[in-house]
């Protein structure tokens, strides 16, 4: 696979970076992401995934936008309110980057469906809001043996770490067992959240998605960052694997889906 003239001039800025250049770029057109949620934090983080080239890209939503989700979810426009957000995102994105191949799926990632959303990507973008669907994914993910790119914002607060439990590290599980409790008032939609926090952290989360698929080392796999954006500090928290953790055994995280 090698790049065209136009895609030379389209990354050039990627192909002036050492720790990236031609190589990395032809990993990324060759990489398929599955981003799951396309709200305040998967809008970012889907508008730079197209526009550094990933190859392919799965969106995961079952919501439509409402006028509610522009202050923060700049993927999408006025006009495409009672619009599916899968197809508004495509829309969007194959304006910002013709070349990337977009498949939508506009339903809700459940135990039933996961592992036949994300069977073939390369990486799962965790955007979703809520634990449901992140239990769903994260184990699927575990099965499959990709990595996950985690996020998650709550008023000023942002978290975001690096899942690939198949590379020695924490899985999702680790941190939040099956017998956390689901409350799902801590959302976004129901805390509450300045637009441009869930910006920073989507983008951080691309950010990710785009050095581990580069091949670019990061601190953050098998670690969290934790933001706090009022007062702007950041702390990097190693994980630890949870030793009881079903991804520490010959189950792996699967078997949680079929409990």
Avoid: W
Avoid at 191 to 220: F, N, V
């Amino acid at each position: 696979m090698t790049l065209t003239q136009e895609e030379t001039e389209r990354y050039a800025r990627h192909l002036s970076l050492p720790e990236l250049g031609e190589q990395g770029q032809y990993k990324l057109k060759r990489a398929h992401v599955a981003l799951t949620g396309l709200g305040g934090l998967g809008s970012p983080a889907a508008l730079y995934l197209a526009a550094a080239g990933v190859g392919r890209l799965t969106l995961i939503d079952p919501d439509e936008v409402c006028l509610s989700n522009l202050q923060r979810q700049i993927l999408h426009a006025t006009d495409a309110a009672g619009t599916a957000k899968t197809a508004s995102a495509a829309r969007r994105l194959y304006a910002l980057n013709p070349s990337v191949r977009i498949n939508t799926v506009h339903r809700r990632l459940t135990p039933e469906n996961a592992v036949s959303l994300l069977e073939g990507c390369d990486l799962v973008l965790d955007a979703s809001d809520n634990y449901a669907a992140r239990f769903a994914m994260a184990d699927a993910a575990c099965t499959l043996r990709i990595p996950l790119v985690y996020g998650a914002v709550k008023g000023f607060i942002g978290q975001v770490a690096v899942f690939a439990p198949h590379q020695g590290t924490a899985c999702y599980r680790c941190l939040f067992p099956a017998d956390t409790p689901m409350q799902e008032k801590d959302t976004a939609s129901a805390a509450g959240i300045l637009g441009a926090h869930a910006g920073i952290i989507g983008c951080i989360q691309a950010m990710e998605a785009l050095k581990y698929l580069a091949g670019i080392p990061s601190p953050l796999v098998g670690a969290m960052l934790s933001a706090d954006t009022r007062r702007m500090r950041f702390t990097t928290i190693p994980l630890a694997p949870n030793p009881a953790c079903r991804c520490r055994t010959n189950e792996g995280c699967g078997a949680a889906m079929k409990n």
